[in-house]
């Protein structure tokens, strides 16, 4: 298997190239390195996407087609997936903020954190601070990210972390938030540790936090 061209393909948006080198690879009997190896060059290839997306030489529409090429590659990868390769770096809780329905930039960010090897549990749209409490208790993450597009959306993300706050669950955990209006200010009256209004700028963040 040439993992660079496999990085190559998924960075080029070539669904075609990287099927072929898949199904060739599944079928050779690979050994649990060389499967991890390739999960890593797919990995690598959203990389590729999400600086091109940053130099906006990629849009919205790529990087929402790019994590279905890498959706259909792990799918491809399935049968031949051990458990090393399932190894996560880190746990995240991640959830559209309550009064807001928009859920692309989430579900593209989403992608690309599960990508990079993060656990994510999604909590979807519209979410209330007290689901946010909930989940956080039970699964301990590291990370909690909010999303929203709404300028009213900021109210309700003070809300949550103020909340997080009120319940004890606050210490040691990083809060990143995303969606275009979030700002510095905001960021900081709101009580969060970064914003990302750029899906690949947050994983970096996120990755740096569990380093």
């Known amino acids: 298997m040439d993992l660079k061209a496999l990085t190559q393909a998924l960075g080029n948006l070539d669904g075609e190239s990287m099927e072929k080198m898949l199904n060739e690879f599944v079928t050779s009997n690979p050994s649990e390195a060389e499967v991890n190896s390739v999960v890593g060059a797919c990995q690598q290839g959203m990389a590729i996407v999400g600086d091109l997306f940053g130099k906006n030489e990629y849009f919205v529409g790529d990087l929402i087609y790019a994590g279905e090429l890498l959706n259909n590659a792990l799918g491809i990868l399935k049968p031949v997936i051990g458990e090393a390769s399932s190894e996560k770096i ?71 972390v103020d909340a997080l706050t009120a ?45």
């Open 90 to 160: 880190g746990k995240m809780v991640l959830g559209t903020v309550e009064g807001d329905l928009h859920d692309i930039g989430k579900n593209i960010f989403r992608g690309m954190m599960e990508a990079a090897g993060f656990e994510v549990y999604d909590l979807g749209i519209d979410v209330p601070s007290s689901v946010f409490i909930e989940k956080v208790k039970e699964i301990k993450p590291q990370i909690v990210g909010m999303s929203g597009l709404l300028t009213l959306t900021l109210g309700a993300m003070k809300a949550t």
């Open 167 to 211: 319940a004890g669950v606050r210490d040691g955990i990083k809060i990143i938030l995303g969606g275009s209006p979030v700002t510095e200010d905001a960021c900081r009256h709101i009580g969060a540790d970064a914003f990302t209004v750029n899906a690949a700028e947050g994983v970096k963040i996120c990755q740096e936090w569990v380093k």
